[in-house]
């Protein structure tokens, strides 16, 4: 099951995760990430161990090919899964069993990884990664988003749609976007409706958080006024040009 796009963004460090299937709230299981090591994403017959101990060795400093390398040797099941990973240095590595289901494979460039299985056929993940890289022009989110829609437009997952995710790191230890529609006939479209609600306060709000630089904060409720009125003009730009 599952095509997904793991990405660094080049103008601001951010590590993001968007992905897709039709299986039932792939958010819970499949993507992971942390602030300035990185971000992954395990699929297939999920291995739900590969994203905790991939969070790990990317703490330790390990290189992505190093990642994929040590948490598939120990997994008697690593035919069957499908697993890329993302390092802080924005390299990438990824391995697709030879159990996974057609099509199946992944695509990489410089700080972007796209993978997929059960797929209706290779243009899914070439069309992910084509748009995301020529979209460079779009909010790093906005980007990954239309990656998946690209995706979607060549066929997406063969067997249908169900569920999406979308999460975010940018310098702290929590994520600054979470966002996850599990069951749903239109998954993409809704969770891009989502985004547009983020758009709202919520992302606002994310940028007034306590950091470790910052531990109060801001508390100043003209400037979180301000910042949801500028988060609400950039979506109407980003939404007419895309």
């Known amino acids: 099951m599952t ?37 992954l994403a395990t699929q297939a017959l999920v291995n739900p161990l590969y994203g905790t101990d991939g969070i790990r060795l990317l703490a330790e400093g390990r290189s992505a090919h190093e990642i994929v390398t040590m948490l598939t040797a120990g997994d008697p099941g690593r035919e069957t899964r499908q697993l890329h990973v993302i390092d802080r240095e924005g390299r990438t590595a990824a ?12 695509l990489s460039d410089e700080g972007v990884s796209v993978a997929g299985n059960m797929l209706a056929g290779p243009a899914v993940i070439e069309a992910t990664l084509d748009t995301y890289k020529r979209r460079m022009d779009l909010p790093f989110a906005d980007r990954l988003l239309a990656a998946l829609d690209a995706g979607q437009a060549e066929g997406g997952d063969k067997r249908g749609k169900q569920s999406a995710a979308l999460k975010i790191w940018r310098d702290e230890p929590y994520p600054v ?32 958080m306590a950091t470790r630089a910052n531990p109060g904060g801001i508390t100043d409720r003209s400037w979180i006024d301000q910042r949801a009125r500028e988060y609400q003009a950039r979506l109407g730009k980003s939404l007419s040009s895309s």
Do not use: N, Q
């Open 95 to 106: 391995h697709t069993g030879k159990d996974c289901i057609d099509w199946c494979g992944h």
């Open 177 to 208: 976007l979470d966002l996850r529609v599990d069951d749903h006939p239109e998954p993409l479209d809704e969770l891009r409706r989502l985004y547009g609600v983020a758009h709202e306060r919520f992302l606002a709000f994310m940028d007034a």
């Open 3 to 39: 095509w997904s796009i793991i990405a660094k963004d080049p103008e601001t460090g951010a590590f993001g995760v968007a992905v897709t299937t039709k299986f039932f709230a792939v958010g819970a299981l499949c993507p992971h990430g942390a602030a300035r090591i990185g971000a």
